[in-house]
C-alpha cells in the first residue's frame, strides 16, 4: 500500500500508532514499527530523562522509523522539541497548540511534522507553518476530541490543504482504513485498537474495559472545562459527565478529581478513580493480538476492499 504517506516516513503501510498519552512508549511503539507502521511514544509531560530512555530503548527494539508525539501545552514542550533533534527522531506529531516555532529547527534536522487538527483553519494553519502532512482526527477518537466527525472532516481538510492528510477517529479494521481512503486521505492514525495490542503496557482491567466495551460505552466528559475527552462508560466517568450536567461538580472540582486520572487507569487499572480514555470504535475491538497480526489483518481487508 504505497501512498504519500509510506514514501514520506519510509513506512510499508500507512498506518500510524497513535501517541496515547501513559500508553504509548517503546515496547508498543517498536512492536508497530517492527510490523510495518509508525509507532510514536508519547511525550505528555513525562520527565525527559524519562523520555530519552524510550526513545533509546525504541532504537533497541527496531530499526526502522518512529515518531514522538508532543503535547505543545506541556510545560516541558520545548525540551522535548529539542530531545527529538538531538536523538534524531524522524517523526514528530503534535497535538493542544502550534508548532510553529519549532518547525525549522526540526526540518533543518530532518524531522517531519505532523500535526494533529481538529478543523479545516486549524489544518491550513499548519501547512503555513510548514507541516509535512496534517492528521484529521475527528469526535470518535479517544482522549481530547473536538465536535466535527471523521467522516465530516477528513474530505474537507483533503481539500483545502496541499500536504497529504492522515484520517482519525473510529478506525479499527480495514473498512475503516479503505473508508478514509475513500475520503481522500493518504494514510490513518489508529490507537484504540493497539489498546488491545498484546504488547500495549497497560494494566489488564484497562484492556478488559476495551474488549469487553459496546457500542454504546463511550462517554465524553469535561466539557464544562473546554477540554472535552471520550472515556470508556465506568462508574467514575459518569459521575463526572452528570456531575458537570447538573452543576454539583464545578470546573474547579472537576480538574481536581481528574487530576492523574489517567495514570491511575493505565498503571492501576483504578476503577473508582481512573479514566480509561477510548475511542467510540471500542465496540469491534473483542480481542487481544501481536500488532503485527492487527495490522496485516486490517491492511490485508483493506486492500481487498480497495482492490489493490
Given at each position: 500500500?504505497n501512498?504519500?504517506?509510506?514514501?514520506?516516513?519510509?513506512?510499508?503501510?500507512?498506518?500510524?500508532?497513535?501517541?496515547?498519552a501513559?500508553?504509548?512508549?517503546?515496547t508498543l511503539?517498536s512492536?508497530?514499527?517492527e510490523?510495518?507502521?509508525?509507532?510514536?511514544?508519547?511525550?505528555?509531560?513525562?520527565p525527559?530523562?524519562?523520555?530519552?530512555?524510550q526513545?533509546?530503548?525504541?532504537k533497541?527494539l527496531?530499526s526502522?522509523?518512529?515518531?514522538v508525539?508532543?503535547?505543545?501545552?506541556?510545560p516541558?514542550?520545548?525540551?522535548?522539541?529539542?530531545?527529538?533533534?538531538?536523538e534524531?527522531?524522524p517523526?514528530v506529531t503534535?497535538?493542544?497548540?502550534s508548532?510553529g516555532?519549532f518547525?525549522d529547527g526540526?526540518k533543518n534536522?530532518?524531522?517531519?511534522t505532523?500535526?494533529v487538527v481538529p478543523s479545516?483553519?486549524?489544518?491550513?494553519?499548519m501547512?503555513?507553518?510548514g507541516a509535512?502532512a496534517?492528521?484529521?482526527?475527528?469526535?470518535?477518537?479517544?482522549g481530547?476530541?473536538?465536535?466535527n466527525t471523521?467522516?465530516?472532516?477528513?474530505?474537507?481538510?483533503v481539500?483545502?490543504?496541499?500536504?497529504?492528510?492522515?484520517?482519525?477517529g473510529?478506525i479499527?479494521?480495514g473498512?475503516?482504513i479503505?473508508?478514509?481512503?475513500?475520503l481522500?486521505a493518504?494514510?490513518?492514525?489508529?490507537?484504540t485498537r493497539?489498546?488491545?495490542a498484546?504488547e500495549?503496557?497497560?494494566?489488564?482491567?484497562?484492556k478488559e474495559?476495551?474488549?469487553k466495551a459496546?457500542?454504546?460505552?463511550s462517554?465524553?466528559?469535561?466539557r464544562?472545562?473546554?477540554?472535552?475527552c471520550r472515556?470508556?462508560?465506568?462508574?467514575?466517568?459518569?459521575?463526572?459527565?452528570?456531575?458537570?450536567?447538573?452543576?454539583?461538580?464545578?470546573?474547579?472540582?472537576?480538574?481536581?478529581l481528574t487530576?492523574?486520572?489517567?495514570?491511575k487507569?493505565?498503571?492501576?487499572?483504578?476503577?473508582?478513580e481512573g479514566?480509561?480514555?477510548?475511542g467510540?470504535i471500542?465496540?469491534m475491538?473483542?480481542?487481544?493480538?501481536?500488532c503485527?497480526?492487527?495490522?496485516?489483518?486490517?491492511?490485508?481487508?483493506?486492500?481487498a476492499?480497495l482492490?489493490?
Amino acid at each position: 500500500m504505497n501512498t504519500k504517506i509510506t514514501e514520506l516516513l519510509g513506512i510499508k503501510y500507512p498506518v500510524l500508532q497513535g501517541g496515547m498519552a501513559w500508553i504509548a512508549e517503546s515496547t508498543l511503539a517498536s512492536a508497530v514499527s517492527e510490523a510495518g507502521g509508525l509507532g510514536i511514544i508519547a511525550g505528555g509531560s513525562a520527565p525527559i530523562d524519562y523520555l530519552r530512555d524510550q526513545i533509546r530503548k525504541t532504537k533497541e527494539l527496531t530499526s526502522k522509523p518512529f515518531g514522538v508525539n508532543i503535547m505543545l501545552m506541556s510545560p516541558n514542550a520545548e525540551d522535548l522539541a529539542q530531545l527529538v533533534i538531538d536523538e534524531k527522531v524522524p517523526v514528530v506529531t503534535t497535538g493542544a497548540g502550534s508548532p510553529g516555532k519549532f518547525i525549522d529547527g526540526w526540518k533543518n534536522a530532518g524531522v517531519k511534522t505532523i500535526p494533529v487538527v481538529p478543523s479545516v483553519a486549524l489544518a491550513k494553519r499548519m501547512v503555513r507553518a510548514g507541516a509535512d502532512a496534517v492528521i484529521a482526527e475527528g469526535t470518535e477518537s479517544g482522549g481530547h476530541i473536538g465536535e466535527n466527525t471523521t467522516m465530516c472532516l477528513v474530505p474537507q481538510v483533503v481539500d483545502a490543504v496541499d500536504v497529504p492528510v492522515i484520517a482519525a477517529g473510529g478506525i479499527a479494521d480495514g473498512r475503516g482504513i479503505a473508508a478514509s481512503f475513500m475520503l481522500g486521505a493518504q494514510g490513518v492514525q489508529i490507537g484504540t485498537r493497539f489498546l488491545a495490542a498484546e504488547e500495549c503496557q497497560i494494566h489488564s482491567t484497562y484492556k478488559e474495559l476495551v474488549v469487553k466495551a459496546k457500542d454504546t460505552d463511550s462517554i465524553v466528559t469535561g466539557r464544562s472545562t473546554g477540554h472535552p475527552c471520550r472515556n470508556v462508560k465506568t462508574k467514575f466517568a459518569k459521575k463526572l459527565a452528570s456531575g458537570e450536567m447538573n452543576g454539583s461538580i464545578t470546573p474547579d472540582e472537576f480538574e481536581e478529581l481528574t487530576l492523574g486520572s489517567l495514570r491511575k487507569a493505565v498503571q492501576d487499572g483504578n476503577l473508582d478513580e481512573g479514566s480509561f480514555l477510548c475511542g467510540a470504535i471500542a465496540g469491534m475491538v473483542n480481542e487481544i493480538k501481536p500488532c503485527s497480526e492487527i495490522i496485516e489483518e486490517m491492511i490485508s481487508q483493506a486492500k481487498a476492499l480497495l482492490k489493490i
